[in-house]
């Protein structure tokens, strides 16, 4: 990893729960919705948070900090990723998590919102000590997953090596392997086809059935894309494939512009040679914040929460913003783009695809019974086209933005199950 790759990240100026209860109260006003259910679903259901220590390869131990939480479980178990990063705290964890109810519920899964975390930067971490804190985090939240409880998946700083050491600290927990307690594992150990590029796929669907709505031609777009992990590369190849060009990709180093466009295939493979995009041949050197500056037609932010705000927002020249990430625009950036006329694609459809493929994986481990690629690729392609169209109905339903409409159709469909299922005992 370069020494650029490793600077420190810069302290988080908004609160990413304060933006989820923000959106919630948002798109609850327009529906309505009881006070007793709003009450309920304005709150996480349950929170765990652990401290444990790790022993790293010099002999030392080190403490860390980590994270579980159930936001929701009145549609099913709980779901939600694992994020390894420095910024990782609780509010942090009870906004994914909620907005991780709300998306379970707009692709229609049979799934509430969770998710974990721990605060580290993973690659500060030899791979002896990545093992180590990953089988002590899973064996301090283990009292808060399982396969009919609460199912893992690869997040922010973690991948599907992480996956497989958390599935096999379950196992030899209870005595026998247990592949459904996570997903996004490799697949010699029960991991589906298509799950690595499955939210990547995912946000290039609903990229194409959105952008007519911004008047944007992908034959002709520019693309300008924030991250370029396993979300951000993925959606950059789908979309450099349906014709797009990609101008401009930052990671937590730099970045890069062309204005010829940019090979998505031969930045990965840069930037797996070097641990950042920076440097790479026939591109410019562009600084992270210069992003915002681009012109571009397709904006995609797929790295953290609160990136765009309103200290950015007019800056931002894209048509149309495609949310790879999970609450990548703050309330007020999405009140300036809003009257700048800009298509906002929220995360809780845009970046869907990703859970979609974990639910079908979980199904998969469940009957020990597999399905080929094409077979994911299809159903994930019915779900996510199916889904988008039922987000834009319920905005015009109710004349609101499609982030709006997408939270509605979400919260509606949770709200249904908590008062069908009534408040015990």
Partial sequence: MSQQARRAVPPRQV???????????????HLHLDDGVREVLSHCKRELSVNFPVQMDDGSVKMFNGYRVHHSLHRGPAKGGVRYHPHVDLDDVRALAMWMTWKCAVVGLPFGGAKGGVACDPRMLSTGELENLTRRFTSEIQIMIGPQYDIPAPDVGT??????????????NVGHSVPAVVTGKPLAIGGSAGRKEATGRGASIVTREAAPMAGVRLDRARVALQGWGNVGSALGQFLHEMG???VAVT??????????????????????????????????????????????????????SSVITRHNADRVRAKMIVEGANGPTTPDADEVLRERGVLIVPDVIANAGGVTVSYFEWVQDLQAFFWDEDEINRRLEQIMVRSFEAVVAEAETYKVDLRTGAQMLGISRVAEALTLRGIFP
């Avoid at 090596?161 to 196992?171: C, E, H, I, L």
């Avoid at 070097?274 to 440097?279: A, M, P, Q, W, Y």
């Avoid at 410019?284 to 571009?296: F, K, S, T």
Wanted: glycine letters at 6%.
């Fill in 244 to 246: 797009c060009r990609i």
């Fill in 15 to 29: 609160n990413p729960f304060e933006v989820a209860l923000r959106q919630f109260h948002t798109a609850a006003d």
């Fill in 159 to 172: 991948n599907a090596q992480v996956m497989a050491w958390m599935m096999d600290t379950y196992s030899m």
């Fill in 251 to 304: 990671d937590a180093a730099g970045g890069v512009y062309s204005d010829h466009g940019i090979d998505p295939a031969n930045l990965t493979r840069y930037q797996e040679e070097t641990g950042s995009v920076v440097g790479f041949p026939n591109a410019d050197r562009l600084d992270r914040e210069e992003l915002w500056d681009v012109d571009c037609d397709i904006l995609a932010p797929c790295a953290l």
